[in-house]
């Protein structure tokens, strides 16, 4: 199957990224992060069976991570800064 390796490393790396954030984590504003990161990113298609989709990523990771979680981090950034929902969820923010 055809997949994009980046995009796989980003739905691995958001999570792990955010953590460090306390920022809105709403699905809205995590696709939102997800379609910025992903817009900067240059695709990486891999023909890969599905069983072997994550040990080639896996070998993708080392050089990879940086520049993705640069690109994570900028969209983590942009978007909790702007979150494009009104405040509805109520976030205690003490910063
Ligand atoms: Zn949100």
């Known amino acids: 199957m055809l997949i994009n390796a980046n995009e796989e490393i980003v739905k691995l790396r958001m999570p792990v ?3 460090e954030y ?9 696709c939102d992060m997800m379609a ?3 817009n900067n990113i240059k695709p990486a298609y891999v023909n890969t069976a599905e069983g072997m989709l994550f040990k ?3 070998s993708m ?12 981090l900028k969209a983590i950034n ?6 494009k929902h009104p ?3 109520p976030k205690a923010e003490n910063q």
């Open 78 to 83: 942009l978007v909790s800064a702007h979150p």
């Open 22 to 30: 306390n920022c809105c984590k709403c699905e809205k504003c995590i």
């Open 17 to 19: 990224l955010l953590q």
């Open 56 to 58: 080639r990523i896996n």
């Open 87 to 89: 405040d509805e969820e």
């Open 61 to 72: 990771l080392p050089q990879k991570t940086t520049d993705i979680d640069i690109e994570i």
């Open 36 to 38: 910025i990161a992903l």
